[in-house]
């Protein structure tokens, strides 16, 4: 079991190819449309339409026009204007520990300079052991949460099972941190999983359920446009099997994150794609009563460390702050109901840049995170740990009230 739908459930690979904007399509049809400055009246036009009909031509050629505005005080005040009509001034924040217990990959990503082959210098690969002294030291610092994911490393097996590994570190670390939140393992490690070990997706998520899962990153997304991720990350899973993956994950019962990895090479159409395809998997989720996605996450593309021949196309090193404010801004107002919780990356913004994205849409700070590699070896400027006074003090200094969350935005108790 390689590649295809056969690791799928039947009906997930079917209503995966339902959730898919057609970007090539519509795009080509709607770019020489004049856009015209966004005002009330087009948005609750893509309001109505996202409701009727999310998928349809009316309502992609209506997000493509927002994703199309430049930024500017319009766009900022529309954004801040619906974020605190639909969650209010709070800002959240959760206390976290972030393990990427290794860099061993098998794939080659045009962005990425965390992967590493085994024998190369700045591989690693931590041991079950010392996860387990990280995590005690989390839950002992006052954590709820471990965020694992790492490269897709074939060697990680038990007893030449890769799900029995997967599951073993789960099991470890519930025992080392008994009662953290285990958000783990992005829709394309767990697709690796099923597919090194020749089993059905669903066994994956049922025995890692077991072994304690309890939610899942939505990383790995990228940008849902297969054009875009056939030049960015071929061997990557697509868009299509991503949202197959994530439609399995919330029937088993799992919610995830979603994420939206931007400023490379993605047009405005790419990304009004993503987000719509974003919302009509949510739609899914409420359809079907099960979870879906808790939050959306920016996730500004970092091209310091990054492979040169991505990193000359983009020609720039670090994220351009403007139009990632601007991005922060259209997701709010293109996601409106459907997600309500927006995160800016501290790793990739600064925390200067996240506290300053609070005013355009978003209401959460993430996580303290502790430790962070994948970013950072990316040649990020925003640092692998903030204390959660550093997190409160941040929210405060633009006049909001602040609290600690849980993983899935409930009270910390
Ligand atoms: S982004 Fe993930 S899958 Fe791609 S090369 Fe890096 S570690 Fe591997």
């Not at 009509?85 to 393990?99: D, I, M, P």
């Amino acid at each position: 079991m390689t590649s295809g739908s056969e690791a799928f459930e039947p009906w997930a690979w079917q209503a995966s190819a339902a959730v898919l904007a057609p970007v090539e399509a519509i795009a080509a049809e709607q770019a020489s449309l004049l856009v015209e400055p966004w005002d009330l009246e087009q948005q609750e036009q893509l309001r109505d339409g996202l409701r009727s009909s999310a998928l349809s031509p009316q309502t992609f050629q209506r997000a493509h026009a927002l994703l199309q505005q430049q930024g500017g005080q319009r766009l900022q005040q529309q954004a801040d204007a619906l974020r605190r009509a639909l969650v209010g001034e709070t800002v959240s924040y959760v206390r976290n520990r972030n393990l990427n217990f290794t860099n061993h990959c098998v794939q080659h990503c045009s962005f990425c300079a965390f992967r590493r082959d085994p024998d190369q210098p700045g591989a690693y690969w931590h041991r079950i052991e010392e996860l387990q002294h990280r995590a005690s030291e989390a839950a002992n610092s006052g954590a709820s949460e471990l965020c694992l994911q790492g490269g897709l490393n074939s060697a990680a097996r038990l007893n030449g099972s890769m799900l029995a590994y997967y599951a073993a570190l789960l099991r470890a670390l519930r025992d080392a941190a008994p009662g953290l939140h285990l958000h783990a393992f992005s829709p394309q490690e767990l697709l690796f999983i099923a597919r090194e070990d020749g089993i059905p997706l669903q066994t994956v998520l049922e025995s890692l359920c077991s072994a304690g899962l309890d939610s899942v990153p939505g990383t790995a997304a990228e940008v849902l446009s297969e054009p875009v991720r056939q030049q960015l990350c071929p061997e990557k899973l697509t868009a299509r099997e991503w949202c197959a993956v994530v439609l399995q994950v919330h029937r088993c019962g799992l919610p995830s994150t979603s994420t939206l990895m931007a400023g490379h090479i993605e047009a405005p159409a790419d990304r009004a794609a993503h987000l719509l395809t974003l919302v009509a998997l949510q739609q899914q989720a409420r359809q079907h009563q099960v979870p879906g996605f808790s939050e959306f996450v920016l996730l500004p593309f970092i091209g310091a460390n990054a492979p040169a021949a991505l990193r000359r196309r983009v020609g720039r090193d670090q994220p351009d702050r403007a139009a990632m404010l601007a991005l922060t801004a259209q997701s709010r107002l293109l996601l409106g109901e459907w997600i309500v919780n927006h995160q800016p990356s501290w790793v990739k913004l600064t925390l200067e840049g996240a506290t300053e994205a609070l005013g355009w849409g978003c209401n959460d700070l993430g996580g303290t995170l502790m430790e962070e590699s994948i970013t950072s070896m990316a040649g990020a400027e925003g640092g692998t740990s903030q204390s959660a006074s550093a997190l409160e003090a941040a929210a405060r200094s633009v006049g909001r009230p602040v609290r600690e969350r849980t993983t899935l935005y409930g009270e910390r108790r």
